[in-house]
């Protein structure tokens, strides 16, 4: 009897040893993971300071926004037509957009490019409605990539309103399984490192090397939309007004319920504006281009609330709004809310000589 | 109404035991346990797929009946007719579901290269999980029960429970009735150090799964999806790596199984036992798949004469158990050529003289043993039997093609070196008190680590385990 208490005392011990240890662990991992390594969180936003890092110079423009300006924006093309303008070293852009990006995403990616003395003379910064709203639609991408234990008595009502509530409990109490596969990665990418990879050329059969990496990589911009938006093959011009008319009812109409344009995004987008002032950075708010299924969801409401927003933000930070909502025929869009990345080409085109470069000058 | 399969490695499994611990624990009585159980066991199961619990049901149902009519009947004729419907039923339900396809198919080959056309259409193969193993269990109940080894259960919650306990019913191990029926019966009282050995099972399968065998299979699924490519020492690095995330892979699961049955108070089989430290190929399956080798020599290889009948007859027996036990795993050729390759293994060690077995030659046993086992993988990893050949050929006359990179290379060593030490470290355990004998801290330290390098490495949707195909 007294030997089957010790083990039962000891059981206990070891399994609060464990529980502690683990949750200890937890802890200290997240907080690692939150001041030292903030970009494994946000691994996006690491191959674009990565991109901007590589560049010889600090960029004339950087884009800031969400998949949509990642999409519309041609980085070559962009290029193209700054180096029209004759100045030497030719002006180049950034197309520092990421996925589920919105104002706090650009917030983040922005102080970063400053950081690493990455200090743009423009920067053109996505705006919508629906990034807007109160009740942020990427709120459970921002609980998992950027938001710290000390957002949480600023946040916390908004992360619950936007029902990310459990994707932030995990990501604060379990970092190391809500971050594992990029976690996972960069040990591969150490350990690749680190051996000497007789064998990598012969390997791997099915990779395809392209003919000069570092250029096709500067072509096509930091990320890699193509992969990211993922296309279907060859969908017909009916198919595709479809897929964008769905999305729209789906999608846009639950991002724009309850419409406000205030909370977390509308607080990042005036600090972010406020640190461009400081910083000298020209400044310009784009609404970029959305199919008109999309844009039939603004009902007068929305668009009343979000103009008068703007026309509040820009007099008050002295900034500039372009609307290029309805620049792009429907034909162009892959689902409601991305231009093919291939058609981003004459929309940049017509964004740089319309507006920026004049803006430039 | 129902989250989705419930892999043990998943969120969805964890918020599913978590719910079905405490309420377990928290009802007072051992019935309403055993009914809750039932009805957790049963709830995961339709988790895969809600309407696969009808063919369960109706199956067992039958073996229910049976079993208590054996009681009744006292008539050596119809009793063997009794059995005789129970076993076709569970194994025409088998056959059905698992093999028709297959014969269907190889009909049509044959058929075709003999210059006919059968004026069937092929069949699509639809295998309810767990059915090869639940089959298994319900045979050998009511073969136990013909024989008097075991006793007709009068509650029909008690056969289900022990047909649909969770924790074996998708992957084994395959269960006794006399080992767990009596369990049933026993009302349970909830044990810390019995928990914590269940815990520290679970996160060693876990560890098992998601450290070795998810990360092995990622570095040699490319060699395997084509062989032709890759030259000699990826092939053998291919073999070595796909014995170790076998064995990881289900040893893992049974850990884990084991682990999750401790913490509800109830024991299951040991499966393994440091399979490839076997000296012979018999020592082999007395340490691999321990519960399949048993049923196996129970009630198919002793039923055929077992060695009673001279040593030729004992090696055929070997052979037509093997061979079977092959197709048990899958509809494939490729296992049932790998089953025949045991038993021919089997058969051949029944020629060697006693002599070979001295203490002092067993490194040499141990060695030659996972070299043939190894081989024998080949046949049971390829996708067909020409990629087989293809293996095989390039593991014994040099191949030039690609080679497996550093890091991955690096991982399959390090890998087959941890197993092989883990099972050698296994086997110098003595008690499993030994488990409580280990400081507190110490034994805290290793399971807090064990879980978080797990999580890490756990792949995202978790991946199945190599045995749930079966």
């Known amino acids: ?361 | 109404m129902f989250p989705g399969r419930m892999l043990f490695t998943t969120s969805n499994f964890f918020g599913f035991f978590a719910v079905a611990f405490a309420v377990y624990w928290l009802l007072g009585r051992h019935r309403w346990r055993l009914v809750w159980l039932t009805a957790a066991s049963a709830f995961f199961y339709m988790c895969w797929n809600p309407w696969f619990i009808l063919l369960i049901l109706a199956s067992t149902s039958i073996d229910y009946f049976v079993a208590l009519r054996l009681v009744r009947v006292t008539s050596p004729v119809a009793r063997k007719w009794l059995v005789a419907l129970s076993v076709t039923v569970n194994l025409g339900i088998l056959a059905g579901f698992k093999y028709a396809a297959f014969a269907l198919e190889t009909t049509r080959e044959v058929t075709h290269w003999l210059g006919w056309t059968l004026p069937v259409e092929p069949i699509k193969a639809f295998l309810p999980l767990g059915i090869s193993f639940y089959t298994f269990e319900a045979i050998s109940y009511v073969v136990d029960v013909y024989r008097g080894k075991t006793r007709a259960v009068r509650n029909p919650l008690d056969y289900a429970l022990y047909i649909l306990f969770f924790p074996h019913l998708v992957a084994g191990p395959i269960v006794r009735p006399n080992d767990f029926l009596p369990q049933v019966a026993r009302p349970k009282r909830f044990d810390w150090p019995r928990f914590q050995a269940g815990v520290q099972l679970f996160l060693l399968g876990l560890f098992k799964k998601a450290v070795i065998a998810d990360q092995v299979a990622l570095a040699i699924d490319p060699v395997f999806a084509e062989p032709a490519k890759f030259g000699t020492a990826a092939l053998w690095l291919a073999v070595l790596g796909y014995a170790v995330q076998i064995y990881c892979d289900f040893s893992g699961y049974t850990d884990m199984a084991l682990g999750l049955a401790h913490t509800l108070g109830f024991k299951l089989p040991n499966n393994f036992n440091a399979p490839y430290l076997a000296a012979s190929p018999a020592d082999f399956w007395r340490r691999w798949h321990i519960s399949l080798s048993r049923w196996l020599r129970d009630y198919l290889y002793i039923p055929l004469g077992g060695n009673r009948g001279g040593p030729v007859r004992t090696m055929v027996n070997l052979f037509i158990t093997m061979l079977l036990g092959g197709l048990w795993h899958g509809a494939n050729w490729t296992f049932i050529v790998w089953g025949a390759y045991h038993g021919v293994l089997l058969a051949i060690q029944r020629l060697i003289p006693k002599g070979w077995d001295h203490p002092a030659l067993r490194p040499i046993g141990m060695f030659v043993t996972f070299l043939l086992v190894c081989f024998g993988w080949v046949l049971f990893r390829a996708q067909t039997l020409a990629d087989a050949r293809t293996i095989l050929r390039g593991m014994v006359t040099p191949v030039t093609g690609a080679e497996l990179a550093g890091d991955r290379a690096l991982l399959v060593l390090v890998c087959v070196f941890v197993t092989l030490v883990g099972q050698a470290l296994g086997q110098l355990r003595r008690s499993p008190r030994a488990l409580f004998r280990v400081p507190a801290p110490v034994a805290g330290v290793a399971m807090a680590a064990a879980l978080t390098l797990a999580l890490v490495l756990l792949p995202a949707g978790g991946r199945v385990f190599i045995y749930f195909q079966f």
């Not at chain 1, 932030?168 to 996972?184: A, D, G, K």
């Not at chain 1, 595709?240 to 639950?254: C, D, F, N, T, W």
Request: proline share 8%; net charge positive; glycine share 6%.
């Open chain 1, 1 to 361: 009897m007294r030997r089957r208490a010790t083990f039962s005392r000891r059981s206990r011990t070891a399994l609060a040893w464990a529980a502690g240890l683990f949750v200890a662990g937890q802890l200290v991992a997240g907080l690692v993971l939150d001041y030292v390594f903030p970009l494994t969180r946000f691994p996006s936003a690491g191959q674009v300071l990565d991109y901007a890092a590589s560049e010889p110079s600090p960029p004339a423009v950087v884009f800031l926004g969400s998949s949509r300006t990642g999409t519309g924006i041609d980085v070559a093309e962009a290029n193209r037509v700054l180096a029209e303008t004759g100045r030497q070293p030719p002006p180049r852009v950034i197309n520092a957009a990421v996925p589920a990006g919105d104002a706090l995403s650009a917030e983040f990616v922005f102080t970063h490019l400053l950081e690493k003395g990455a200090k743009p003379a423009w920067a053109v910064v996505e705006v919508s409605p629906e990034a807007l709203n109160v009740r942020s639609p990427f709120m459970k991408e921002h609980a998992v990539r950027q938001l710290n234990w000390e957002d949480v008595p600023t946040r916390l009502g908004d992360i619950l309103r936007s029902q990310a509530g459990w994707l932030y409990l995990e990501s604060r109490m379990l970092p190391v399984y809500t971050h594992r596969r990029q976690l996972v990665r960069e040990a591969k990418d150490g350990v690749r490192r680190w051996l000497p990879d007789r064998a990598a050329a012969k390997t791997a059969p099915a990779t395809k090397a392209p003919a000069d990496p570092v250029a096709d990589k500067k072509a096509a911009g930091a990320l890699d939309w193509d992969a990211i938006i993922r296309a279907r093959p060859n969908p017909t011009p009916d198919e595709r007004l479809e897929m964008s008319r769905i999305g729209a009812q789906m999608v846009v109409r639950r991002w724009l319920r309850d419409y406000r344009p205030a909370g977390p995004a509308a607080v990042s987008l005036e600090r972010l504006l406020a640190r461009c002032r400081v910083e000298g950075i020209g400044v310009m708010l784009l609404a970029v281009p959305a199919c008109s299924a999309h844009r039939a969801e603004y009902t007068p409401e929305v668009e009343g609330a979000f103009r008068g927003y703007l026309d509040r933000v820009v007099a008050e930070y002295g900034c500039r709004f372009v609307d290029a909502r309805d620049w792009v025929p429907d034909e162009m869009y892959v689902d409601a809310l991305h231009i093919l990345p291939e058609n981003g080409k004459a929309f940049t085109e017509r964004l740089m000589r319309e507006v920026l470069v004049p803006s430039m000058r």
